[in-house]
């Protein structure tokens, strides 16, 4: 069964844009929770990456909220260009599972000029 | 600077056909991972290698064995090919911890006839 869920499923968003993804998770081990950026005919590529002790981390245009009584967590991309058009997974890890990545179902990005 | 090498990229086998994938990364890394990426499924874990001369299922295992060869190389076996699992297959490598991004190669598309 999926660990985390992600929506939207896909999104179009204008030049200039904010693009907003959101995720959930159940398993409160769950320690790291990165964001994976995925151009077609490549392999996953780390975007972006917090700890469940640090409600947002910013780098760039690249935004995490976390919250974790909720268990929640979101991707905002400011100012979105049509070089971000890609497809986007959440993913969450663990330490007993040797850090392997439980992803989401990923979202396609679409940002139009 | 190769990163994560996976052979062949392409390949295309009749059902009950054995073949093996061929993974191998130059980054020193202690991890290694094969997951299978299938269209609105995201990418689900396979096996996982959290060191050396170990190995452990993850989410989806059946119908695949793993070998970790050495500390670069990690190949995933299919002994009797089903068109279930015709899909991508991604290798990915990492070092130990939980901050430690996952490095992935290009994938091989595999098609079961």
């Known amino acids: 069964q999926q660990q985390v869920k992600q929506s939207p499923q896909s999104l179009i968003v204008q030049k200039g844009g904010i693009s907003i993804i959101n995720c959930a998770y159940e398993n409160t081990a769950f320690d790291y929770f990165p964001w994976y950026q995925q151009f077609p005919g490549k392999g996953p590529a780390l975007l972006i990456a917090?700890?469940?002790?640090?409600s947002e981390k910013k780098e760039g245009r690249f935004t995490i909220s976390f919250n974790k009584s909720a268990k929640q967590f979101s991707l905002h991309i400011m100012d979105s260009q049509p070089g971000d058009s890609a497809t986007y997974f959440c993913?969450?890890?663990?330490?007993?599972?040797?850090?392997?990545?439980?992803f989401g179902k990923g979202t396609s990005l679409l940002v139009t000029p | 600077n190769a990163g994560v090498t996976q052979t062949p990229k392409f390949q295309v086998l009749k059902t009950g056909q054995s073949m093996t994938l061929q993974c191998a990364q130059d980054?020193?890394?202690?991890?290694m991972y094969w997951y299978r990426q299938d269209p609105g499924m995201g990418l689900r874990l396979i096996y996982y290698?959290?060191?050396?001369?170990?190995?452990d299922k993850g989410e989806v295992p059946n119908g695949y064995n793993v070998s970790r060869l050495n500390k670069r190389e990690f190949s995933l076996r299919l002994e009797s090919a089903a068109p279930s699992q015709t899909s991508v297959y991604f290798c990915?490598?990492?070092?130990?911890?939980?901050?430690?991004?996952?490095?992935f190669g290009d994938g091989t598309r595999l098609s079961i006839l």
């Open positions: 917090i700890r469940p002790d640090v």
């Open positions: 980054m020193n890394h202690n991890s």
């Open positions: 290698s959290a060191s050396e001369g170990t190995t």
């Open positions: 993913a969450a890890s663990i330490r007993s599972g040797g850090y392997a990545l439980n």
């Open positions: 990915a490598s990492s070092d130990s911890g939980r901050d430690q991004p996952q490095h």
